[in-house]
């Protein structure tokens, strides 16, 4: 069944958009990322411009996060202390964010950089992550516990000033390094269309040791505000946002999220993080082969509209 996207000038299959929204909003809930990671390189899989993927998957990233937080916030799994302190960074970040993404499409190199900045981060963070999980697997295998997080250690994050009390994360660390995380997310929110849970919630577990049935809710609730905002000031500066587009991703992602709350349930937080980085490994190595593969055609006659 086909349909018209006015934005991205050009007819696409809504069955197909509706089911990869439901996808990314199944593992958004499963593993408290906000699926921009994950949207953006699908819909530039199916030939959406790159600029119309990074700010519409935006868009649709705040869809799924406030169908999974609500699922977290009945549980009382969301530090909003902590969640509010990252948002103040957020959007700090996805401000200077908009102005380097505009900068980059003027120059007509964002598809490259997107690209790039994909594969890098992905690759390292999804290692990284897939690294640390089977450890603990094997470590949990044979008999012995395991604790992200044990009484008394500290590391150099504890030292630094400024230091607020999170209670419901059980934290007492300085503001410092969470706005600097926030600004972080907030600035790749904006440039990469994505939520940013795939690099906070490892930074929130293994720098700040935020125990990691707070992490997924209160991920999602930062997401939430990031990516809206980053879609306001996307939409009134680029006009890159696709609202057909946008609607269609957010009917499937609000449904899949809360399958995915309830599938994370199930799972153990080694198994989450094992499993979330092999997904992240998967969408880094696809595109790195979109990158550095030499295509069937050279030269396209696609419409410079979208760049």
């Known amino acids: 069944m086909g349909i018209y996207l006015p934005i ?16 990314v ?14 949207i953006t390189p699908l819909l530039i899989f199916y030939n959406i411009p790159p600029a119309i993927a990074v700010a519409t998957g935006a868009n ?16 009382g799994t969301i530090d909003f202390k902590l969640g509010t302190v990252l948002l103040v960074g957020g959007i700090f970040g996805s401000t200077i964010g908009v102005y380097v993404f ?3 499409r003027a120059v007509g ?9 994909y594969v890098a981060l992905l690759g390292t963070v999804g290692a990284l992550m897939l690294v640390e999980s089977v450890r603990m697997i094997r470590r949990n295998a044979g008999g012995a516990t395991s604790s992200l997080r044990k009484p008394g250690q500290h590391n150099w994050i504890h030292k630094l000033p400024l230091k607020v009390r999170f209670r419901a994360s059980k934290l007492f660390v300085s503001v410092i390094p969470v706005v600097g995380l926030g600004a972080i997310i907030g600035f790749l929110a904006s440039i990469m269309g994505v939520g940013g849970g795939f690099i906070m919630i490892p930074a929130l577990v293994y720098l700040l040791k935020v125990p990691t049935n707070v992490v997924v809710g209160t991920s999602l609730f930062q997401i939430i505000f990031t990516a809206a905002y980053t879609t306001i000031v996307h939409a009134t500066t680029n006009q890159t946002v696709d609202i057909v587009l946008a609607f269609l991703l957010m009917i499937g992602g609000v449904a899949g999220a809360q399958y995915g709350a309830k599938a994370g349930q199930r799972l153990r937080g080694e198994q989450l993080r094992a499993l979330l980085a092999l997904l992240v490994l998967a969408v880094a190595l696809r595109l790195a082969f979109d990158l550095f593969v030499r295509p069937s055609s050279l030269y396209s006659l696609a419409s410079l509209s979208g760049i």
């Open 109 to 117: 190199q964002l598809d490259l950089f997107i690209s790039l900045l």
């Open 102 to 104: 505009s900068l980059l």
């Open 60 to 75: 649709q990233v705040v869809a799924s996060s406030v169908s999974g937080a609500l699922s977290h916030l009945k549980k």
């Open 8 to 23: 991205a000038e050009m007819s696409v299959n809504m069955v197909v958009l509706l089911a990869m929204g439901a996808a």
């Open 25 to 38: 909003g199944f593992l958004s809930g499963m593993f408290g990322v906000g699926g921009g990671f994950l």
